[in-house]
C-alpha cells in the first residue's frame, strides 16, 4: 500500500468516514479504531464537576478557552462519577456531560469517555452491601474508597452492563467522542466473596477435573490437605499451599481479564465504529491483572506512568513502561495520566518538575511509541484524597509555570507530530516476562522486602526490581527492547533474550528457549530460573531442570549471602565499589559452561557467579546471584557484544539516550534526550537528515548541542 493510501486510512479512522470499495477495486479492511492517528494526541483529564459550587458558572468557558489557547487536542472525561451519571437507581442524567462535551467539540477538543464502573454510588452501596469485596480473612468494608467492589456480583454486573449501555448509546452518534476508557486501572479488588470463591472452585473442576489430580500436583497431602470432595475445598484466606496460591493469583487476573472483555463487548455493541475501545493500565507489571490477556479485548493499549522529577527524571521508567505496553499488542498506545506537576495523596512528595521536564517527558513517551500523550488531570483539586495531586493548573486555576509549558509543548506537536505519530519500533533484544514468577517469588522470596510503598518511577517486589535492573542497564547503554511473555511461539526474531528470574515454568517454555540458544539465539538468564513447574512445586529432578544442557551446569544448593560480596578479580572492571553481589547464591556445578566470575570468598569461591555456555550455535549466560547495578550494567554489555549488538550508541555522553524508529513516511527517527542539568554534545552517526524541532540540517560525523533538559528528534532524508 502506497505511502499516501496509507495516511489516508490513517485519517478516515481518526474522523471516523467509512470507506466504501468501488467496481475493480478490492476493499481494504478498516483499520482498528484508535491504532493509528494522524497526529499526536495531548491533552489532560477534565472534571468540570469538581468545580465548587461558586466556580462553576462561566468556569466550564473559561478552562476550554485555555486550553483551545493552549493547544490542547483531546480530554478524557466521565470516568470517576457514577453517582453523577446515575443519582438513584434508574434514573441517568446527561445535561451536566453535554455541556461539556459540546463545549470541547465546538473547540475542537476530542473527547475519551470512561465508563464510570469503578467507583459504585453511595446509594448502589447502601442497597446492595454484598457488592463490597470481601478481603482475604473477611475484614469488614464500608463505603468511601473507590474499587471496594466484588465485580464478578451478577446483580453489580447488571447495574455496569446498564450504566454503560445507556453512555455510550448516547454518545453514540456524537463526533467529539473519539473512544471509550473502559473502567480505570482495573484489578480484581482483592475480593474474596463467595461468589468468587465458587467461580474458583468452578475453575479447578474444569482444569483438574478430579480432587485426586489436583491432590497429586499441589502435594496436598503434606499436612494431610487433601481434598477428597470439592464441597470441602478451603478458602483461599489462610492457605500456605503455593500451589494453591498461584492458582488463586491466575484466577484473580482471570476476573479482570473477563470483567474488562465484558465491558468490551458492551461499548462495540453500542458504539459509532470509529470509536475506539481502550484502558488505562495502571501501570504495567502488576501482579494481580495479566495485561497481554486484556489487550486482547482493547482496540489500543493505555497506560499511567507515573515518575520521578526534578534529579529523578532519566525517562528509564517511561521507557520500561512504553516498551511493555507497546509489546502488548505490537503498536502503539496512549499514556492517559502521566504528571502534570506534583503527585501525592499528601503533601509528602512535591516535588514539581524543573523547565523544560514537561516538555522532555513528553518526548520520552513519543520515543516509546505513545501517539497520546495526557495528564492527570487539568486542574488541582481543592478536597478530598488527592488534594495534592496536581493538575496542569495549580489550586487557583490561572495560567502558569506548567501551562506555559504545555502550551509551548501543544503548539510543537502540532508542527512536527505527523512526522512523528504512529512510529515503528523494530528491536533486536527482548526480555521475558512471567507474572507467574512475580508471583510465586512473592510467597517464597529470596530477600526480604521493608520500606515505603508506592513510589512514583520504582518497580515493586523484588521479581520487578530484578526485571527492571536489567531494562534499565539496557536503557542505560541505549538498546531498545520489547517484551515477550510465556505463550509466544518462538523467540526467534530477537538476537538477544533476557530473562529475569524465570521461577514458575513448565517445561515446554523450558524447552523453547532451550531450542531458541540451540539454534543460534543468545540468552542472559538470572538465577531461580526453572526451579518449579506451572503449579509451583520444585522439579524432583537437578536444578535446573530441562535447563541443564543449555546452561551447562547443574546445582543442588543454594544460600541467601549476609553481607555483600566481591567478584574475584573484577572482572568486568567495574570497580572495587560496584565489584559486588548479593542476597542470593547458588553453587553452580559446571558441565560445559566457562566460568565468567568467581566469589571472592574462602567458601563460596568454589563456585562461579556467573557464566557462560556454548549449546548448539548460541550461547546462555547466566547469573547465578544479584548484581550491583553497574556491575549488572557491565554484564548486559557483554552480553550485547556476544550476540553482535554493540555499536556506537553506547558511546553516547553518558546523560544522553537515543531512540530508534521510522515514522509513517518510512523515514528513519532518531531522538536524542538530555535527562539533565547540564547541555550535552554528542556526535551524530546516521543518515544526513534534519532536526525536526529545530529544522537544523544534520550531516553524519556532525557534532550536536543538545541543551539542559532537552532533546533532538533528527529524521533521516532518505
Not at 454486573?157 to 473519539?178: C, D, M, Q, S, W
Request: glycine letters at 8%; zero cysteines.
Amino acid at each position: 500500500m502506497s505511502i499516501q493510501l496509507t495516511q489516508y486510512f490513517r485519517a478516515v479512522a481518526m474522523l471516523g468516514i467509512g470507506v466504501v470499495a468501488t467496481s475493480g477495486v478490492a476493499q481494504s479492511p478498516s483499520p482498528t479504531p484508535g491504532a493509528i492517528l494522524p497526529n499526536v494526541l495531548y491533552g489532560a483529564a477534565y472534571y468540570n464537576e469538581y468545580m465548587p459550587a461558586d466556580l462553576q458558572p462561566g468556569r466550564l468557558e473559561k478552562d476550554v478557552q485555555l486550553m483551545h489557547e493552549a493547544g490542547i487536542s483531546v480530554v478524557r472525561m466521565g470516568e470517576s462519577t457514577w453517582s453523577l451519571w446515575e443519582p438513584s437507581d434508574g434514573k441517568f442524567e446527561y445535561d451536566w456531560m453535554d455541556r461539556v462535551v459540546d463545549a470541547m467539540g465546538k473547540a475542537g477538543i476530542k473527547v475519551i469517555m470512561g465508563t464510570p464502573t469503578y467507583s459504585m454510588p453511595a446509594w448502589m452501596a447502601k442497597a446492595h452491601p454484598e457488592f463490597y469485596a470481601r478481603p482475604l480473612g473477611g475484614a469488614a468494608m464500608s463505603y468511601g474508597m473507590r474499587q471496594n467492589m466484588d465485580t464478578d456480583n451478577p446483580k453489580f454486573r447488571f447495574y455496569a452492563e446498564r450504566v454503560i449501555t445507556n453512555l455510550v448509546a448516547h454518545y453514540k452518534g456524537n463526533p467529539a467522542v473519539i473512544g471509550w476508557q473502559i473502567d480505570n486501572e482495573t484489578g480484581p479488588n482483592g475480593a474474596s466473596n463467595q461468589d468468587v470463591f465458587d467461580g474458583f472452585v468452578n475453575h479447578l473442576k474444569k482444569k483438574f477435573v478430579t480432587t485426586d489430580a489436583l491432590n497429586k500436583v499441589w502435594f496436598l497431602n503434606y499436612w494431610g490437605q487433601d481434598v477428597n470432595d470439592w464441597k470441602d475445598m478451603p478458602t483461599r484466606d489462610h492457605a500456605t499451599s503455593t500451589s494453591y496460591k498461584l492458582e488463586w493469583s491466575r484466577w484473580q487476573q482471570m476476573r479482570v481479564t473477563d470483567y474488562l472483555a465484558f465491558q468490551a463487548a458492551l461499548v462495540r455493541k453500542s458504539r459509532r465504529p470509529d470509536q475506539f475501545v481502550t484502558q488505562d493500565y495502571g501501570s504495567m507489571m502488576k501482579m494481580d491483572a495479566n495485561e497481554l490477556e486484556i489487550a486482547k479485548s482493547l482496540d489500543v493499549v493505555a497506560n499511567n506512568p507515573y515518575h520521578g522529577t526534578q534529579e529523578h527524571l532519566d525517562g528509564a521508567w517511561q521507557a520500561l513502561q512504553g516498551d511493555f505496553s507497546r509489546s502488548l499488542k505490537h503498536q502503539n498506545f496512549l499514556v492517559t495520566e502521566t504528571n502534570a506537576q506534583t503527585l501525592g495523596w499528601d503533601s509528602a512528595g512535591q516535588f514539581p518538575p524543573y523547565d523544560g521536564q514537561l516538555r522532555l517527558d513528553v518526548y520520552t513517551d513519543l520515543s516509546s511509541g505513545a501517539n497520546m500523550v495526557e495528564y492527570w488531570h487539568w486542574h488541582s483539586i481543592h478536597a478530598g484524597q488527592e488534594t495534592y495531586w496536581k493538575g496542569v493548573l495549580s489550586h487557583d486555576l490561572e495560567p502558569n509555570r506548567a501551562y506555559a509549558e504545555v502550551s509551548r509543548i501543544a503548539h510543537e506537536l502540532q508542527k512536527v507530530g505527523p512526522e512523528i505519530v504512529n512510529l515503528q519500533i523494530k528491536n533486536q533484544v527482548a526480555i521475558l516476562y512471567s507474572v507467574d514468577s512475580s508471583n510465586a517469588l512473592s510467597f517464597m522470596p529470596f530477600e526480604r522486602q521493608d520500606g515505603p510503598g508506592w513510589i512514583p518511577g520504582k518497580a515493586s517486589g523484588s521479581y520487578n526490581a530484578l526485571l527492571s535492573q536489567l531494562h534499565r542497564s539496557l536503557y542505560d547503554s541505549n538498546v531498545g527492547a520489547d517484551f515477550v511473555f510465556p505463550e509466544v511461539s518462538d523467540f526467534s526474531q530477537y538476537k538477544l533474550l533476557i530473562v529475569p528470574a524465570l521461577y514458575v515454568a513448565d517445561d515446554a517454555l523450558l524447552k523453547k528457549i532451550s531450542d531458541y540458544v540451540h539454534g543460534g539465539g543468545h540468552v542472559l538468564m538470572t538465577f531461580k530460573s526453572g526451579f518449579v513447574n506451572e503449579n509451583s512445586a520444585v522439579r524432583w529432578e537437578r536444578a535446573p531442570g530441562p535447563l541443564r544442557d543449555a546452561v551447562g551446569f547443574t546445582y543442588q544448593e543454594f544460600s541467601n549471602l549476609e553481607q555483600p560480596l566481591a567478584l574475584r578479580g573484577d572482572p568486568f572492571h567495574v570497580g572495587a565499589e560496584e565489584n559486588k553481589v548479593a542476597t542470593w547464591a547458588e553453587f553452580l556445578q559446571l558441565t560445559s559452561a566457562k566460568p565468567l566470575a568467581t566469589y571472592d570468598h574462602p567458601f563460596f569461591g568454589k563456585w562461579p557467579a556467573i557464566t557462560r555456555n556454548q549449546y548448539g550455535t548460541g550461547t546462555l549466560t547466566y547469573e547465578g546471584t544479584v548484581l550491583s547495578d553497574k556491575l549488572q550494567r557491565a554484564v548486559v554489555l557483554d552480553a550485547l557484544h556476544d550476540a553482535g549488538l554493540s555499536n556506537s550508541d553506547q558511546s553516547l555522553p553518558a546523560t544522553v539516550r537515543v531512540k530508534h524508529g521510522t515514522n509513517g513516511a518510512g523515514k528513519k527517527i532518531h531522538y536524542y534526550l538530555n535527562y539533565s542539568n547540564s547541555p550535552a554534545t554528542l556526535r551524530y552517526e546516521y543518515g544526513a537528515g534534519r532536526d525536526l524541532l529545530t529544522g537544523n540540517a544534520t550531516a553524519p560525523g556532525a557534532n550536536v548541542q543538545i541543551g539542559a533538559w532537552d532533546l533532538a528528534i533528527m529524521e533521516e532524508s532518505k
